[in-house]
Every structure is written in C-alpha cells, then in structure tokens.
C-alpha cells in the first residue's frame, strides 16, 4: 500500500480493508447501465472489485502517480484510466449521452463539490454510490426538520432516493482521517423531471438555506416576489421546515407569480 504516497493537497486517505473495498463495489445493482465511472481510484482498492463485475469500468483521477500505478497493476484498465478533475472534466467525450454509474472513496476536500456536478448529469446517472465523510452523506440523506438537513439534502433528493448504508472507521485508512466515514447510495427516482422549472428550483432552494435561521417570507427576499404570494401561509415557514415536495410546490407558486 505504500507504492504511491497519499497527497495532502488532493485529500488523499487509501483504503486498506479489503472487505469494505468490496463492500461498496457491491451497493451498486448494475441495472440500466453498462459502463461505471470510479472517481479517485488511487492504487485501486476499489477498482480490482469493480473490474470483476460484468460491466464496463472506466476511472478518473488527477494524480499522475496513481495514474502510472493503476495503468502498471490493472491491464483491464487499459484505454479506460481518465486522468483528468472530474469537476471540470465533459465526461461526455467519453460516455457520450450514455447512462452510467458512478462511485469512488470520494476526497473529502471536494465530496460535496462531486455530488453537485454529479446532478449535472443527473440524466445519465441512475446509480451514484460512494464513501463520503460520515456527516457530509448524512447530510445528503437527512430528512427535513434538522440542523443537518440543508441545500444538499434537497437538491439531491428531488432527482435521487438517498440512502446511509453504513459507517467506516478511521483507522481503516491510510493515512488516518481524523473524522469517520459514511458509504450512501443514490437511486435515481423513476419520475425524476421536477413538475417545475429546474433552474428556478435550483435558485429557490440555495437562497432559502442561505439564510437558514429566517423565514422563507425574509430569506427569498430578494427574488422579489408580490406581496399577494408573500402572504401564503408556506412563507410562514423556515426552510428546514419544507420537504422536498413542498420546496416543489413553492417552486411552482413563484413561477405561477410570474418571476
């Protein structure tokens, strides 16, 4: 485990236990899709699990040392390994409208950062699976009512039905992070288009939660709404009072406002 040392500045922790490696290779179903896509392989802990699996198993990493480790140590990957930043990175050049899954022991610096750009393909990916730090995926899957529950929680659960599968200790880790781990999968929703507009929903959202502690009639505010609308009841409500469906239907009040 010591051929390629771990990175500070990527967020590098390699996972050593072998049984956990395969335990998240196992979360994903491999149903309607073909092809995977591994963020962050490092020396490919995961991969070799991955690569057992009938289906097709690209990767995608920026460091250039695991990029020679992996391309040295796992022939099956040859023509698949990406070494380029996920976050900037067309993944269509390679899976060109294709659907596909993806998974990975995320970075904990840009975990969030990768959920995020992985909605922007939300189309494509029906399966996303993967270790997160422990209180970034229960983030992503609380429910509403909580300090936790926030933009994340939301955006990702109007496209995806969010599940916490299990906790990672850190010692498993080379080197050790200093908080535990959490593995979650996404299963994206069979009805997935919002019955609203999905730019306007996107906005409404972030701008609630950026002023979590105030009402919804102060914190969407600047989205200057008519005096009419700002007197519904819903406005009464802080954000983390709303569920997915009604952070929905409060989408479809301001369109119907004229915004």
């Known amino acids: 485990m010591e051929a390629v040392k771990a990175k500070k500045h990527l967020g590098q922790h390699f996972l050593k236990d072998e049984s956990i490696a ?23 802990v995961l991969t070799k699990y991955l690569l057992d699996k009938p289906i097709n198993t690209y990767v995608i990493e920026i460091d250039k040392e695991s990029v020679v480790y992996l391309n040295d140590n796992y022939p099956k990957l040859k023509d698949k390994i990406i070494c380029q930043d996920f976050l900037k990175y067309n993944i269509n050049e390679i899976f060109e409208g294709k659907q596909f899954a993806i998974i990975g022991n995320f970075p904990y610096n840009i975990s969030t950062q990768i959920v995020f750009r992985a909605l922007e393909y939300r189309n494509q990916i029906p399966e996303f699976s993967g270790m997160f730090q422990k209180e970034v995926a229960q983030r992503i899957c609380e429910k509403k009512g909580t300090k936790a529950y926030g933009i994340l929680s939301v955006l990702v659960q109007a496209f995806y039905d969010a599940e916490y599968l299990f906790t990672v200790d850190e010692t498993v880790f080379i080197p050790p992070p200093k908080v535990k781990s959490g593995v979650l999968r996404l299963r994206r929703k069979e ?47 802080r954000p983390e009072q709303l569920n997915v469906a009604q952070f929905i239907e409060l989408t479809q009040k301001i369109e119907a406002d004229g915004i």
Request: charged share 25%; glycine share 8%; aromatic share 8%.
């Open 191 to 237: 009805n997935y288009a919002l019955p609203c507009g999905e730019k306007l929903f996107f906005t409404v959202v972030k701008t609630a939660f950026q002023q979590r502690r105030k009402t919804l009639r102060n914190s969407l505010k600047t989205l200057n709404l008519s005096d009419n609308l700002r007197e519904h009841e819903i406005f009464n409500l």
């Open 22 to 44: 395969k335990a998240i290779a196992d979360t994903l179903n491999l149903e309607g899709y073909s092809d995977i896509l591994e963020i962050g392989p490092g020396m490919g």
